[in-house]
């Protein structure tokens, strides 16, 4: 039983269920896991419906970046092949033939096994995204806190 | 001597190289290396030619993703630069010129100085690609497998 | 205290932003940083402005590959939204507003707390990249060298 640190830095759906699958397969080990989540990778952990009022204190220019990121794991685009969108749908389709379990289910399955996940203050502050639109359970950090998890860890990735 | 695992994730030429060049760092200095090969990076591994009859166990949707993902190495696109696929005949062209290795020339070094390549049966089965594409020599793994590497080394990169 | 070895293989302003707030992190808690910069990730650490008979050696197709590389952190683009170069732009003044540091002050930063900074000799080569364009106080390196480095530390990242 050892740790493993993995930053998600990535928004695109592939990489992000590359993230989860290596978790999946470290807490199934019992391991454990701390995903550090910054820039990009936090819209894999939105709401897909933001709550009413979350636009309050954000900047125009905040608004403008957060309005354009994903909203949830369901809804990131392929690093590769994503033609404006359709490429994921397909990839899910194989997927389900495949018996792979989509993001959104991994992510449960991270979160039934132990995984602890956080998230990047700093790039909240930067992309305008707010606690409230994220899903529940996320612990805000920064960089200091990610290194300490890294330094417990025995591998530790930038996906 | 100690070892080290490289995931290699990217499909990009670029990319591939830089895992293949410290892939044969690494076996220089006398190094384990084993290379972990996901998604796009399986792309780097496949044979130029299908075999004819390839396509018999696809479904209509892995023939599409396998049918546009690069055939070996030397296919392979640029991260930066790709210009439509000029960009890596050009850089080619200079890696000529300054005695670098291809990346087909890095692999072929990798496997004479003992490197260990595994390759993702869960990416290969959602892109539709079989083992019979590949280059000889590799292994069938998974995720478990590869976090068994990564716990025996000192250092592990996500590519 | 430890060390953490980055490589940066990306050139892209949010990922180069992200390399560098980690290494300033782990400078900031007294650990030693080691950051090779190699490929599009050596275009960070260009001078905004090429001093003069800089292209003397350069064949035409490392002329044409390190014309068009960005000269310097802050000619950067983004690795999502880059919108033709108004992303980084926009990034900037919410960053600004926010209080967070550009790449060129984070750059600064590392190097007062003493980082150090070497760059891929190949890659230059490849790219067409003379020792003069770069900022002063690098030290050229390989591939080799970076490994002594990530050996030595119990973080190595590659962005």
Do not use: H
Not at 65 to 75: I, W
Not at 131 to 154: C, P
């Amino acid at each position: 039983m050892s740790k493993k640190t993995i930053i998600v830095f990535s928004g695109d759906y592939d990489k992000v269920m590359a993230a989860f699958i290596i978790a999946n397969g470290a807490l199934a080990m019992d391991d454990e896991v701390a995903m550090f989540f910054t820039f990009w990778g936090i819209s894999a952990l939105r709401k897909p419906k933001a709550p009413t009022g979350i636009a309050a204190g954000k900047s125009l220019l905040q608004k403008a970046f957060s309005s354009m990121m994903a909203k949830g794991p369901e809804r990131l685009g392929l690093s590769k092949m994503n033609f404006l969108g359709a490429g994921p749908a397909l990839m899910k389709k194989v997927m389900k033939a495949e018996n792979a379990m989509t993001v959104a289910q991994l992510i449960d399955s991270a979160r039934e096994l132990g995984v602890k996940m956080t998230v990047c203050g700093m790039s909240m502050d930067i992309l305008g995204i707010k606690m409230e639109e994220l899903i529940d359970g996320l612990e805000l950090s920064g960089v200091a806190a990610m290194l300490g998890d890294a330094e417990e860890s025995d591998v530790t990735l930038f996906i």
